[in-house]
């Protein structure tokens, strides 16, 4: 089980109560980094960040992960965000929490993983709820429990959280931590495929096929397979493929129409 680490910076949390010196020091870091001079965003970022500043800590630390004007280093990045973390600084929490999961740049421990997306999570983190989730369904770090995984990635879902709102169509589909509903299911893979999630897209497209929680609808089967074909899903192309068999001309030009907009 991995986790892609998050890559966006702090300049756009909330704003820690400094001085207006230190703010215009963590501004000017931000700039040299818009402008790729990493080492410059280094200088800037460091002072504050060894007086305690959870932004510029969680920053370094990205510049660390990243590479960036600095020698690659998981462990030093670890380093910076455990200090942002201990301050309740959330993207550190979650990161270090990817990072233990991972075994990089320090030992794995899931134990300690489950306790610091369980911190970011209680704060209202969906990307924290729905790794959290994730946990609970597998037994890592925590005990398993699919009623708290399926809780946990509800609410990251209900905050717009696209892979949780794919996730939670699986879990309907399932009946995984929650009573089986097809038309449930359809719901969650509509909101995440119409935000551009190619499995989510397959998902509906196959739902649509089999008329499993909405009515039968080959053509607009089609148009969503062809979507999440597209997107590079290798079942959705074996699905396309298949049901563009099964279709009149008339239909599959149906179903490109709608793709291309020009009807509903």
């Known amino acids: 089980m991995t986790y892609k680490r998050f890559g966006y910076l702090a300049v756009i949390a909330v704003v820690a109560t400094i001085g207006q010196t230190a703010q215009a020091d963590f501004a000017t870091g931000w700039t040299a980094y818009q402008n790729e001079d990493f080492k410059a965003a280094l200088s800037a970022w460091q002072p504050l960040a060894k007086a305690g500043d959870p932004r510029a800590q969680f920053n370094i630390g990205h510049l660390f992960d990243e590479g960036k004007g600095v020698v690659q280093d998981s462990r030093r990045a670890v380093t910076w965000w455990r200090k942002a973390a201990k301050q309740g600084f959330v993207e550190a929490q979650i990161n270090l929490a990817n990072n233990l999961i991972a075994g990089d740049g320090v030992e794995q421990n899931f134990d300690k993983a489950g306790a610091w997306l369980t911190r970011a999570a209680k704060k209202g983190s969906a990307r924290a709820q729905y790794k959290l989730g994730k946990l609970y369904s597998l037994g890592m770090g925590v005990p398993k429990d699919n009623t708290k995984a399926f809780n946990w990635i509800q609410m990251s879902a209900k905050a717009n959280h696209v892979d949780a709102q794919y996730h939670i169509g699986k879990m309907y589909r399932d009946g995984i931590g929650v009573a089986q509903n097809s038309v449930k299911a359809v719901e969650w893979y509509r909101r995440a495929a119409e935000r551009g999630h190619a499995k989510a ?49 008339t239909q599959v030009a149906q179903a490109q129409k709608i793709r291309k907009g020009e009807m509903k």
């Open 201 to 249: 897209q397959a998902s509906l497209g196959v739902r649509y096929a089999k008329g499993d929680g909405v009515n039968q609808d080959l053509v607009i089967a089609l148009v969503w397979l062809g979507r999440a074909a597209d997107q590079g899903i290798p079942r959705a192309v074996i699905y396309r493929d298949s049901l563009r068999q099964h279709l009149s001309p």
